[in-house]
């Protein structure tokens, strides 16, 4: 079945700075979605993107659709504390009709250093 | 408010014995679905249902089983059947495709199930 690779498994950073993640896949997908989770609860959508070469922003949240359609960017520009949490790329193949299903990445686990 | 509701937010099973996770959403959504979490994983797809009285596999349905009798219900058993239960099991909901583009998917806050 299809994979996103999600790489590194774990990012430290320190607080104030910029981070970039990024998300790899061997199939064209034409739904990119970003998500977050934090310790015991379940992930909250932070961005969603539909269309290639699209870049959306959301706070001091940058998503980009990468222009191949195999690959997004997830960019959190002046890190807080509160940005620590695993970071979840999911995507959606071309499909009509209903919703295709989702497939995510494994998640980066990303610390904050204060 | 909107949303899901995942319950109870942990269960322990016994072995050899059924438990049903509850999810209820209150937004009007088309679709629901179940997914099972395990550490350092990304989330799998158990079953999903795109409308009423209707529910489709995923990609690791064994050991499971659902109903959707409501629109606003999706209850996973977790039978005895599943050998490995212990997870956090996730819960989500969309609208169902429109005007040609996906929806995207909300979750429940999760239950930790584990074994006895």
């Known amino acids: 079945g299809q994979q996103l690779n999600q790489s590194p498994q774990s990012m430290f950073i320190q607080e104030g700075e910029d981070v970039s993640m990024n998300c790899t896949s061997s199939?064209?997908?034409?739904?990119w979605l970003w998500y977050k989770q934090e310790p015991g609860e379940g992930p909250v959508l932070l961005i969603a993107?539909?269309?290639?070469?699209e870049l959306t922003s959301n706070g001091r949240l940058t998503a980009q659709f990468g222009i191949t359609r195999k690959d997004s960017f997830l960019n959190i520009s002046a890190s807080i504390p509160s940005d620590v949490g695993i970071y979840f790329c999911a995507g959606q193949l071309p499909r009509s009709g209903a919703n295709s299903k989702l497939t995510f990445g494994k998640g980066i686990t990303l610390s904050v250093r204060p | 408010d909107g949303g899901i509701t995942q319950s109870p937010k942990y269960l322990f099973r016994k072995e050899g014995q059924n438990v049903t996770l509850s999810c209820e959403q209150n937004l009007n959504h088309d679709a629901m679905y179940w997914y099972r979490q395990d550490p350092g994983q990304g989330l799998r797809l158990i079953y999903y249902s795109q409308i009423v009285n209707d529910f489709q596999k995923g990609d690791i349905a064994e050991g499971y089983s659902v109903s959707r009798e409501k629109k606003e219900s999706f209850p996973l058993t977790v039978t005895s059947a599943q050998k490995n239960p212990t997870a956090f099991y996730l819960c989500?909901?969309?609208?169902?495709?429109?005007?040609?583009?996906?929806?995207?998917?909300?979750f429940g806050d999760g239950t930790r199930l584990s074994i006895l």
């Open positions: 993107l539909y269309k290639a070469g």
């Open positions: 199939s064209i997908f034409n739904t």
């Open positions: 989500a909901s969309s609208f169902n495709r429109r005007a040609g583009r996906n929806q995207p998917q909300h």
